[in-house]
């Protein structure tokens, strides 16, 4: 009984020592990351992407998906380096 309370004792402070390294982000790099991310979507992505929009002003499914590739590559490629 007694092996039982400790082992439910020492689990919560197994999950709270590692919270910190979750949030081990510095401060203002969200920030430059988001602006990054803007400006490489509005400069790289957006021009290529205009001609997919049709007459109605929507985008085909892989044009969207496309788009969508080209802002993830802003932010993982462009913005994380």
Same mark, same amino acid.
Not at 16 to 37: F, L, S, W
Not at 54 to 76: F, I, P, Y
């Given at each position: 009984?007694? /092996?039982?309370?400790?082992?439910?004792?020492?689990?919560?402070?197994?999950?709270?020592?590692?919270?910190?390294?979750?949030?081990?982000?510095?401060?203002?790099?969200?920030?430059?990351?988001?602006?990054?991310?803007?400006?490489?979507?509005?400069?790289? /992505?957006?021009?290529?992407?205009?001609? /997919?929009?049709?007459?109605?002003?929507?985008?085909?499914?892989?044009?969207?998906?496309?788009?969508?590739?080209?802002?993830?590559?802003?932010?993982?490629?462009? /913005?994380?380096?």
């Amino acid at each position: 009984m007694a /092996c039982v309370i400790i082992g439910l004792g020492l689990t919560p402070l197994g999950a709270m020592a590692t919270e910190p390294d979750v949030q081990a982000v510095e401060p203002g790099i969200e920030a430059e990351v988001e602006q990054c991310r803007k400006d490489c979507i509005e400069t790289t /992505c957006a021009p290529q992407f205009r001609s /997919c929009v049709n007459s109605s002003g929507e985008a085909s499914q892989t044009c969207k998906t496309l788009r969508e590739d080209c802002e993830k590559r802003c932010v993982d490629v462009d /913005c994380m380096t």
